[in-house]
């Protein structure tokens, strides 16, 4: 609101916008009447002289303190009292700097018939507006980090959101996208922390670590390509400085969806940088004689493998002989394939054994139980719970080595040994031996019509003196 004053001193006129409001004035007083030139130059010096007052409110509270020497310092909580207090003196500058459009003075413009009304309900939405201004987004970026370091990853997430606000996104501004990315992971946040993590990798390809960390979230996912997609671009940026372990991850990845020869290159590339790592032999081994047919692959890994288990890997070695055996056996290599079913045969035997063993164990930890209980109802004697409580947990333990055992000695399919044996003291017309080893394939319920046939043509070569 402006006013005037006449010669005498007394006001005259109140002006607000170019509509005024005439007082009582003393009379033969002219009236005087403020221009349109007059009063902008007084806005102008207004808006002015607030925008000098931000500023210098600004500059007192911040002088003498910088926040970025707090920072490094790692006092966050200061360091972030002196940020907010220049965002809240910017946006308050920002505020005042606003100039009010010309429909919105609203007295200014009822003479001209505007219906205000209807001037705000027709107003519309203004689109998300991306503004350049690169002290806003240096004090949210670093508003963010103190944040970030006081673990108030919310409060850290919208700054960075606000950042990004006050920019043209370019390559600078990966390292946002990855902040952003490591908050929402430690929120649990995955999907998030997958989707900014990739934003990173698209501002910054040549930032293989994005790669790598991506590769590496993927693999344990069910997007097995999109990580083998990272994965190979971090292990061809490496090259021969690429960690192992990888190698490891990538046949992993490539051999759940079915790619098996890139899974056996990827193995061998590992195998090569840890040669004694008996697991990975095997695995190597098994996938090439199973699903590659690579039989000179599969005997030289599971060979080498042997020589590295443990005394007690006794499922490995028995899978690992039975393999060998069917190897050498398309060789006609008989000596070396009975060899090696013979001693599959005899891990066989030891699993079994252990499965005899721990079921009488099981059924002494029962008869044990039994008598407590009945003790526990009998005489109520609560002093014997707890031994009950530890027999009980040894019962669950014992019981689940059990089907381990069971488990891994279905897996040498001891009746399929059998006939395999048989069948190399057949064609080396140990017709004897064979005849033994048919009835033990049969007994097993292992091809019994087969086996039963091969006896009988057996017998047959015997009675006509072959």
Not at 40 to 53: D, E, P, S
Not at 227 to 249: D, M, V
Not at 376 to 397: A, T, V
Not at 433 to 461: F, H, P, V
Request: with cysteine; hydrophobic share 35%.
């Amino acid at each position: 609101m402006a006013h005037q004053k006449s010669k005498s001193g007394n006001f005259q006129k109140y002006v607000f916008g170019d509509s005024s409001c005439n007082l009582t004035c003393p009379p033969n007083q002219p009236i005087i009447l403020q221009d349109s030139k007059t009063k902008i130059m007084k806005r102008n010096v207004l808006i002015l002289c607030l925008a000098i007052f931000s500023i210098l409110l600004l500059y007192d509270y911040s002088s003498g303190q910088d926040y970025n020497e707090l920072i490094q310092q790692k006092k966050f909580t200061e360091a972030l009292q002196i940020i907010q207090s220049q965002l809240d003196a910017n946006y308050s500058k920002r505020s005042t700097d606003k100039k009010i459009p010309d429909s919105y003075i609203a007295i200014e413009q009822i003479e001209e018939g505007i219906n205000l009304k209807k001037l705000f309900t027709e107003r519309k939405l203004q689109p998300y507006f991306i503004e350049n201004n690169d002290t806003l987004y240096t004090l949210h970026n670093n508003a963010a980090l103190c944040y970030q370091n006081m673990f108030k990853y919310n409060e850290a997430v919208q700054h960075y959101f606000q950042a990004l606000r006050f920019t043209i996104i370019t390559e600078k501004d990966h390292s946002i996208f990855y902040s952003l990315a490591l908050l929402f992971k430690r929120l649990k946040k995955t999907e998030a922390y997958l989707n900014y993590l990739e934003e990173a990798y698209e501002i910054k390809p040549d930032n293989y670590d994005y790669s790598l960390e991506l590769a590496l979230a993927l693999a344990r996912g069910k997007n097995k390509k999109k990580a083998l997609f990272h994965l190979n671009r971090y292990i061809q940026s490496k090259g021969s400085e690429t960690p192992p372990e990888l190698y490891l991850t990538a046949a992993n990845c490539y051999e759940s969806i079915g790619d098996f020869i890139n899974a056996g290159r990827y193995y061998q590339l590992y195998l090569n940088n840890h040669p004694g790592d008996a697991a990975i032999q095997f695995a190597l081994g098994y996938l090439a004689f199973t699903k590659i047919s690579d039989m000179k692959l599969a005997y030289a890994s599971l060979t080498k493998g042997l020589s590295l288990y443990d005394e007690t890997d006794l499922i490995r070695k028995g899978i690992s002989h039975s393999i060998i055996g069917d190897i050498t056996s398309m060789d006609l290599n008989y000596t070396e394939s009975l060899n090696n079913y013979l001693q599959a045969i005899q891990i066989a035997e030891k699993i079994q054994k252990s499965i005899e063993d721990k079921k009488n164990s099981i059924d002494g930890i029962k008869s044990k139980i039994n008598t407590i209980k009945s003790t526990l109802l009998d005489k109520k004697d609560i002093s014997l719970y707890p031994e009950y409580q530890s027999l009980m947990d040894e019962l669950g333990n014992n019981e689940l080595e059990l089907r381990r055992l069971e488990h891994e000695h279905s897996k040498l399919n001891t009746g399929e040994l059998y006939f395999k044996i048989a069948s190399i003291y057949e064609n080396t017309t140990q017709y004897q031996q064979a005849i033994d080893w048919y009835n033990k394939a049969i007994a097993s319920g292992t091809k019994i019509r087969e086996s039963s046939k091969k006896i009988g043509k057996i017998q047959l070569k015997i009675s006509r003196g072959y």
